[in-house]
Every structure is written in structure tokens, then in C-alpha cells.
């Protein structure tokens, strides 16, 4: 059992392969967090983070034990913390009493260790059979007001997730002005935080700053995850890297607005706490009630960031992506966005998919511009009708001439958005978020709909089931390209609008668990202009993403690179498309698109019909080749050998992914830069067995493992722009 309860120390341990998860209920049945880290021998841990120096101005619970002037919840590490009760640091929880008192005083009540993971109601979650759920129950010591503290343990994957369910069995309405899922008290030392920061088609840029005194925070207010911050940190310490340090991964399985916030406190410990966004939130909780937080996932790497990152790869793609795709062989797609954008018909797409075919792609994916009137974005989101004239006959027939031509059809959808020149916008105005008497802020000229409403979101599902149903359609791309403002929602009171974004969350959450086990044959993909709803919240509905609106392979080779800290490349959507290319110009070669693409799904993003003959060749050559590799650049450990952020150490980004027994590799490394006079680089292989033997690409020299790792092997370099190579290593 993964979960241990020590009778005599009351401590309750955690434990998964490589790592170490403790808490204890001390003398006044606070729970205290007393240690995460590497996995050691049993023993109660909290002599490691005593309050014996009194924290200045810090004061004491009134049942503070004799003696122990320094015992203060400023000072005390907690397994959750509130506010308002004299923990001055950042707080996890804020507890607006009924008799409008703002603080909660959590104590022990009970404690149950199940087999299997626990699930939350109406949010998305890692799951498993095989994992083990410990549930703390804490009451507040005033109140009814009770915490019940879920932590979920994966041993194989060193991941532990951890939620948290409010329960109100008072005898009034309390209303959660806070309700973040996760404290996490570190023990003393200096850290960092390593986060993912970016914009529309740069998402995920990789920052590391110092955790300090002044709070730092990753955020986001826009109704979804976002392209700006991704629900994702690493906070480490402040010599880690891919492979030395420790390294807790903090993930949000969550897609709306989030905050992970970290301070250095006034006794010089850090103190983490990940969450919903407490700005514009409040939520009521009636009496019996109950509120779930989202659930928080972390990882723990005692010899840094690799181990770290294939653990979530792992356990993302096993025990939180669902459905027949999230193992199996994706289709190769071709999508006909950068294509055509609005302008086309069947015919077209039928051209397309004629070429397409024969060089081996096997499902089209017609994108926006299919329904009502829509032939540029100023209109028709909401009316999810066909427009026959442009597809020159049913839905159903087009998908059948598709099919005709051997491949499967798709379909894209943006079914959280509305048009004001839609009919559902004429008919129901009342479906858009908007405040009373304010005209809303459009964006891309749409506006949201009220997913807080269940009558909305049913209006939505029948459309999409109507349309599902009429053809036969094999992928839907989900898209969402504004955020949300104006948040107000006319089907709740004046006083419940701070749960309108959370209210929206449940809405999706529930639309997508409905529409996707409803059809479990077909396979969808999240997109948000892009990557900006790339998170585990995403991931538990449709098992990839579109990574990013920018499809430049060089441009890539950031976002892909800071995406993977957190999600594996089977998640990863990514497409060659056409040079100039259509966001900054670039020209890069066919060869160095492809290859970054094969650190993804791979398919194609343009107008085959317009490609050369030789061009034509190339495709047919990488798709055989992404599928002779697939197995392994799927499912393989995957390293960070080069970072593309470090320009003044080298010119190249390299990545790998190996056999976990580590009898064959794949490094792909793209030169994302030129100089003259060029000296020669050499990139490490990781994950090799010391002892073997092995060949690179077949050739003649034989390297032990050991080599490849220790001195690596030299780059090769093309004398023109973006050169890119793949090196196969097999066993000799
Ligand atoms: C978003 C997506 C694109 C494309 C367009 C269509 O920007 O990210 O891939 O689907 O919408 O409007």
C-alpha cells in the first residue's frame, strides 16, 4: 500500500517509487505538511520543520499547546491553509462565514485510505485503479464548515494529486472567497520557478526567475488557461537542470482562470499555493452543500527536470487522456486552414484530398467556414448548420466523398462562441455573456456564450449531435478563439456573479463529457486560437492539441520545446505547412518541417494540390517515416538534449526519445541559427545502456553507451538555412 497511517507519530505517509509525500496530525489536530521529497526510510519528519523561532508578529491559536510561544499558523507548514485566522503567508483557502465572519481554523476529524483513485464530481482527473486515495477530513473548529483533503497516489508515475471538497453543514450559506486546491510549505532552501509564459503562436517560452520575498505569480484572468501562462511550474532548486536537482512539477488539471503563486516568508520558507483565481471569484455553498476544487497534479524529481517531465508524459497519456486514441496510432491528418482559409468548396477540399491521399495521409479535416453564412469570421458562429451550396451538396455527401477517396473525414467546431450576425444570436441575445446595460467587448467580432447556462449548453449539444449524427465523421477539432469578458450571467442573482467563470468550467466540462462518450469512435482535438487552452483540464476530453497557431518548424522549436516540461508529444498537434511561411514569413526546408513535426501527431496545414512533384515525394517519404519511428517517438522517454533558449551556448535545439530499456533512440536536432566559420557541436545522448554497443544511422563506427553519453557524437551541418537531421541510434 502506497499509504501508510503511523498510529504511534500519526503521521500519514505517501509513497510512490522515487519519492515521499508526509503529514501529521500534530497536538492540536492541525494538519501539518512535514515533508516532499525524495523517498527515504519511514520516519516522522516533522523535526524538519518545527516552529521553535517565534515568526515576528506572528500570533498564537487560542488552544496553542504550553510552552510553545513560536506555535502560529504564520509559522506552521499545512497541509491547507486559510485565511483570516492569522496565517499572514499566501493562503489557499477564504471562508466567508454565514454570519459574515471571514476565517476558517481547519482541525483533524478523521482519515480513510481507499483502493483506486478518487474521481470529482463534474471536474476532470488523473485516474486509476491501481493508484491509492487518502481522504483527510478537517473540520473547522468553530463552524460545520468541513475540508475533506483528497490526495491520489500513483507510485509507478511518482505523481500525487491532490483536491479538495468544502462541505457547508452549518445552517446558513458560506460563501468560498478563495478556494485554491493546493499549500505546499517547502522545506528551507532558495528555489526557483521555472514557468511557461507566452502569446497567440508563441505560447509556452520557457522563464526561470528566483523565488523571493516579493510574491511571483502565473496567472490568468481570460475564462481559460490561456496562450499567456500555462497552468504548469516547476519550482526547483537553484542549481537544477535536465538532470540534477530536485524539481516539483506543478500542474493544474484545470482550463479556466488559475493562479500558482510562490513567496520566500518571513522564516525564509517558500510557500506554493495553485488553484481557480480567487479575483472575480466567489462561490456560495448552501447549507449541505459542497464545493470540489480542481485537482492539482505534482511530481517530485530528485535528479531534475527529464525525470520530472516523463513522469507526467506518463502518467498524462495513461491515467488522465481517455478513449480508444490515447494509445493508438493517430491518423496522419490534413487540415485545410492555411490552405484555403474560407475560400472553398467540395470540390476543392475533394482536390485536396485527392492529392493528399496518395501520398499516404489518411483523414481530411475541413476547418471553419462550413456553416451558415460563414465565409469570413464576422458571422455564423452558433447557426452549426451546413451550408449546402458551398459544400455542394449534405454534409453526408461530402463526407462521403471523402471517404471515397480513402480517407476519413473530419470537422471543426467553435461550439463555445456566437456571433452577433448568427440566427441563435437574433433569436436568444440573452445566450452571450454580457452585463446589464454595457455593451460587450468583441473579439475575432464574437462574443461568448453563457456555458454557465444549462439550457444554453443543451441548445449547443443538440446542434452538435445533429450534425454529428447526419455524416460520417471521424475527428472534430474544438476550437475557442476569444476569451472571456463581460462576465454576467442573467440566469443567477446579483450576488452568485462571482461564480459565473467556474459555472462556465462545469458547463464545457459537462458538454464535452456528454459529447465525447457519446461518441467514443470519433477523435478530438482541443485548439484555442491555437495552444491557449493547452493544459490537463483539455487533455482528460481529447487526448491531443493544436500546439500553436504558428506553424514556422523554427518557431516550433520553442513552443514544442516548453510544452513538453509538462505534456507528452502524443498531445502535441503539429503540421507541415507551406514556406513563406503564414505567420512570420520564414522559409525553412520541407526536410526540417517534417522532422519537427514528428515530435508531435505530424499531418499537413496546406493546398497539396499546389505542391510541386518533388515536394509531393518528400511528404510520402516523411509519412512513411514518421510511422516507422512512431512506437518510439510516441512512447519512448523523451530528453531535452539542446534548448532553443540558449542561443550563446549553441546554435542548435536537439531532443530524443529512446526505448525505456534503452536499446534504440531517435535525436533530431534542427540548427535554428547560421554563423561563419562554424565550430563543430557535439550533443549528449541520454538514456543508452553504458555497457551496449550501438551505431548511428547504420554507419560503420561502433560507440559504447557510455560515449554517446559522456562525449556524445558531432552534429552534422548542411551549408544552407535550417538544416535538421534525425539520428537513428541502434544496437550494433
Ligand atoms: C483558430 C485555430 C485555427 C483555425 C481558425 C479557424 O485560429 O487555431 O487553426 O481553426 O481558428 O477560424
Same mark, same amino acid.
Given at each position: 500500500?502506497?499509504?501508510?497511517f503511523?498510529?504511534v507519530d500519526k503521521?500519514?505517509?505517501?509513497?510512490t517509487?522515487?519519492t515521499?509525500?508526509q503529514?501529521k496530525?500534530?497536538?492540536c489536530g492541525?494538519?501539518e505538511h512535514?515533508y516532499?521529497?525524495?523517498?527515504?526510510?519511514?520516519?516522522?519528519?516533522h523535526?524538519?520543520?518545527?516552529?521553535?523561532?517565534g515568526?515576528?508578529f506572528s500570533?498564537?491559536?487560542a488552544?496553542y499547546?504550553d510552552?510553545?510561544?513560536?506555535y502560529?499558523?504564520?509559522?506552521l507548514h499545512?497541509?491547507?491553509?486559510?485565511?483570516?485566522?492569522?496565517?499572514f503567508?499566501l493562503t489557499a483557502m477564504?471562508?466567508r462565514?454565514?454570519?459574515?465572519?471571514?476565517?476558517?481554523?481547519p482541525?483533524?476529524?478523521?482519515?480513510n485510505?481507499e483502493?483506486g483513485?478518487?474521481?470529482?464530481?463534474g471536474?476532470? #482527473?488523473f485516474?486509476?485503479?491501481? =493508484?491509492? !486515495? &487518502?481522504?483527510?477530513? *478537517?473540520?473547522?473548529?468553530?463552524? @460545520?464548515v468541513?475540508f475533506?483533503?483528497?490526495?491520489g497516489v500513483?507510485?509507478?508515475?511518482?505523481?500525487i494529486t491532490?483536491s479538495?471538497?468544502v462541505?457547508?453543514k452549518?445552517?446558513c #450559506?458560506i460563501?468560498?472567497e478563495? =478556494?485554491m !486546491? &493546493?499549500?505546499?510549505? *517547502?522545506?528551507t532552501?532558495s528555489y @526557483?520557478?521555472v514557468?511557461f509564459?507566452?502569446?497567440?503562436?508563441?505560447?509556452?517560452?520557457l522563464?526561470?526567475?528566483s523565488?523571493?520575498?516579493?510574491?511571483?505569480?502565473v496567472?490568468s484572468?481570460?475564462g481559460a488557461?490561456?496562450h499567456?501562462?500555462?497552468?504548469?511550474?516547476?519550482?526547483?532548486?537553484k542549481?537544477?537542470n535536465?538532470?540534477?536537482g530536485s524539481?516539483?512539477?506543478i500542474?493544474l488539471?484545470?482550463?479556466?482562470n488559475f493562479?500558482i503563486?510562490?513567496?520566500?516568508?518571513l522564516q525564509?520558507?517558500?510557500?506554493?499555493?495553485a488553484?481557480?483565481?480567487?479575483?472575480?471569484?466567489?462561490f456560495?455553498v448552501?447549507?449541505?452543500?459542497?464545493?470540489t476544487?480542481?485537482?492539482?497534479?505534482m511530481?517530485?524529481?530528485?535528479?531534475?527536470f527529464?525525470?520530472?517531465s516523463n513522469s507526467f508524459h506518463?502518467?498524462?497519456?495513461?491515467?488522465l487522456?481517455?478513449?480508444?486514441?490515447?494509445?493508438?496510432?493517430?491518423?496522419v491528418l490534413i487540415n485545410?486552414w492555411e490552405?484555403?482559409y474560407?475560400?472553398?468548396?467540395?470540390?476543392k477540399?475533394v482536390?485536396m484530398?485527392?492529392e493528399?491521399q496518395?501520398m499516404?495521409?489518411?483523414?481530411?479535416?475541413?476547418?471553419?467556414?462550413?456553416?451558415?453564412?460563414?465565409?469570413?469570421?464576422r458571422?455564423?458562429?452558433?447557426d452549426?448548420?451546413p451550408?449546402e451550396?458551398?459544400l455542394?451538396?449534405t454534409?453526408?455527401?461530402?463526407?462521403?466523398?471523402?471517404?471515397?477517396?480513402g480517407?476519413?473525414f473530419?470537422?471543426?467546431?467553435?461550439p463555445e462562441?456566437?456571433?452577433?450576425?448568427?440566427?441563435l444570436?437574433?433569436?436568444?441575445?440573452d445566450?452571450?455573456l454580457?452585463?446589464?446595460n454595457?455593451?460587450?467587448?468583441?473579439?475575432?467580432?464574437?462574443?461568448?456564450?453563457?456555458?454557465?447556462r444549462?439550457?444554453?449548453v443543451?441548445n449547443?449539444y443538440?446542434?452538435l449531435?445533429?450534425v454529428l449524427d447526419s455524416?460520417?465523421i471521424s475527428?472534430v477539432k474544438?476550437?475557442?478563439?476569444?476569451?472571456?469578458?463581460?462576465?454576467?450571467?442573467v440566469a443567477?442573482?446579483a450576488?452568485k456573479q462571482?461564480?459565473?467563470y467556474?459555472?462556465?468550467?462545469l458547463g464545457?466540462?459537462?458538454?464535452?463529457?456528454k459529447?465525447?462518450?457519446?461518441y467514443p469512435?470519433?477523435?478530438?482535438?482541443?485548439?484555442?486560437?491555437g495552444?491557449?487552452?493547452f493544459?490537463?483540464?483539455?487533455?482528460y476530453?481529447?487526448?491531443q492539441?493544436w500546439?500553436s497557431d504558428?506553424s514556422?518548424?523554427?518557431?516550433r522549436?520553442k513552443?514544442q520545446?516548453?510544452t513538453?516540461?509538462?505534456?507528452?508529444?502524443?498531445?502535441?498537434?503539429?503540421?507541415?505547412s507551406?514556406c513563406?511561411n503564414h505567420?512570420?514569413a520564414?522559409?525553412?526546408?520541407l526536410k526540417t518541417?517534417?522532422n519537427?513535426?514528428?515530435?508531435?501527431?505530424?499531418?499537413?496545414?496546406?493546398?497539396v494540390?499546389?505542391?510541386t512533384?518533388?515536394e509531393?515525394t518528400?511528404?510520402a517519404?516523411?509519412?512513411?517515416?514518421?510511422?516507422k519511428?512512431y512506437?518510439?517517438?510516441?512512447?519512448g522517454?523523451y530528453y531535452r538534449?539542446?534548448s532553443?533558449?540558449t542561443p550563446?551556448?549553441?546554435?542548435?535545439?536537439?531532443w530524443?526519445?529512446v526505448k525505456?530499456?534503452g536499446?534504440?533512440a531517435?535525436?533530431?536536432?534542427v540548427?535554428?541559427?547560421?554563423d561563419?566559420?562554424?565550430a563543430?557541436?557535439?550533443?549528449?545522448?541520454?538514456g543508452?545502456?553504458p555497457e551496449?554497443?550501438?551505431?548511428?544511422?547504420?554507419?560503420?563506427r561502433?560507440?559504447?553507451?557510455?560515449a554517446l553519453m559522456?562525449i556524445?557524437f558531432?552534429?552534422e551541418?548542411?551549408?544552407f538555412?535550417?538544416?535538421?537531421?534525425?539520428?537513428?541510434?541502434t544496437?550494433?
Open positions: 500500500m502506497a499509504i501508510v503511523n498510529s503521521t500519514y505517509t505517501l509513497t517509487k522515487n515521499m509525500y503529514m496530525v500534530d497536538e492541525v494538519l512535514t516532499y521529497g525524495a523517498k527515504m526510510d519511514y520516519m516522522d519528519m523535526y524538519g520543520v518545527e516552529c521553535v523561532y515568526a515576528s500570533p498564537n491559536p488552544d499547546p510552552e510553545k510561544w513560536a502560529s499558523y504564520n509559522a499545512q497541509e491547507l491553509s486559510c485565511a483570516g485566522i492569522g496565517d503567508r477564504g471562508v462565514n454565514g454570519d459574515g465572519s471571514f476565517g476558517a481554523e482541525r483533524f476529524v478523521s482519515a485510505i483502493k483513485k478518487y474521481s470529482l464530481s471536474l476532470p #482527473s485516474y486509476g485503479d491501481d =493508484a491509492d !486515495t &487518502l481522504v483527510v477530513t *478537517l473540520k473547522d473548529n468553530t463552524n @460545520d468541513y475533506h483533503l483528497y490526495y500513483f507510485e509507478e508515475y511518482d505523481l491532490r479538495v471538497v462541505e457547508n452549518t445552517n #450559506s460563501k468560498l478563495k =478556494a !486546491t &493546493l499549500t505546499l510549505d *517547502l522545506p532552501g @526557483d520557478m514557468y509564459h507566452g502569446r497567440h503562436t508563441r505560447e509556452r517560452m522563464e526561470r526567475t523565488i523571493k520575498h516579493s510574491r511571483i505569480s496567472a484572468m481570460r488557461s490561456s499567456m501562462e500555462n497552468p504548469f511550474v516547476v519550482v526547483c532548486d542549481n537544477a535536465e538532470e540534477y524539481a516539483w512539477g500542474g488539471v484545470y482550463s479556466g493562479l503563486s510562490a513567496e520566500k516568508n525564509e520558507k517558500t510557500r506554493v499555493v488553484g481557480i483565481n480567487p479575483e472575480n471569484f466567489n456560495e448552501e447549507p449541505n452543500g459542497k464545493f476544487c480542481p485537482e492539482v497534479a511530481v517530485y524529481s530528485d535528479s531534475g527529464a525525470k520530472m506518463k502518467a498524462i497519456r495513461n491515467n487522456c481517455r478513449g480508444k486514441f490515447k494509445n493508438a496510432m493517430r491518423p485545410n490552405g484555403t474560407f475560400d472553398f468548396n467540395a470540390d477540399l482536390a484530398a485527392h493528399a496518395k499516404g495521409v489518411e483523414l481530411f479535416v475541413m476547418d471553419d467556414g462550413w456553416f451558415g453564412k460563414r465565409d469570413n469570421d458571422c455564423a458562429l452558433g452549426w448548420t451550408n451550396k458551398k455542394q451538396g454534409l453526408s455527401e461530402l463526407a462521403q466523398r471523402i471517404n471515397n477517396e480517407m476519413k473530419g470537422i471543426w467546431f467553435e462562441c456566437i456571433s452577433e450576425d448568427s440566427d444570436y437574433r433569436a436568444h441575445p445566450y452571450a454580457a452585463m446589464p454595457r455593451a460587450p467587448q468583441v473579439s475575432r467580432n464574437q462574443y461568448v456564450l453563457d456555458f454557465s444549462k439550457d444554453v443543451d449547443i443538440n446542434q449531435v445533429k455524416a460520417n475527428y474544438w476550437d475557442f478563439n476569444r476569451h472571456i469578458t463581460d462576465l454576467y450571467s443567477l442573482p450576488d462571482g461564480e459565473v467556474h459555472r462556465y468550467m464545457l466540462y459537462d458538454l464535452l463529457e459529447i465525447t462518450s457519446k469512435d470519433i477523435l478530438f482535438e482541443s485548439c484555442s486560437g495552444g491557449g487552452r493544459d490537463m483540464g483539455m487533455l476530453y481529447m487526448p492539441v500546439t504558428n514556422d518548424a523554427i518557431d522549436l513552443i520545446y516548453g513538453s516540461f509538462a505534456y507528452p508529444v502524443s498531445t502535441m498537434g503539429a503540421h507541415v507551406v513563406p505567420q512570420n520564414r522559409v525553412t526546408p518541417r517534417g519537427v513535426a514528428y515530435f508531435g501527431t505530424y499531418g499537413l496545414e496546406l493546398d494540390t499546389k505542391m512533384d518533388e509531393k518528400e511528404i517519404r516523411q509519412i512513411k517515416e514518421f510511422k519511428y512506437e518510439l517517438i510516441q512512447r522517454d538534449l539542446i532553443p533558449f550563446d551556448e549553441s546554435l542548435y535545439c536537439a530524443e526519445t525505456p530499456d536499446s534504440e531517435l535525436v533530431c536536432a540548427r535554428y541559427e547560421t561563419a566559420c562554424t563543430p557541436e557535439y550533443v549528449k545522448v541520454k543508452l545502456c551496449k554497443k550501438y551505431r548511428i544511422n547504420g554507419g560503420d561502433v560507440y559504447t553507451g557510455s559522456n556524445g558531432m552534429l551541418y548542411d551549408f538555412s535550417y538544416p535538421s537531421r534525425l539520428y537513428h541510434i544496437l550494433a
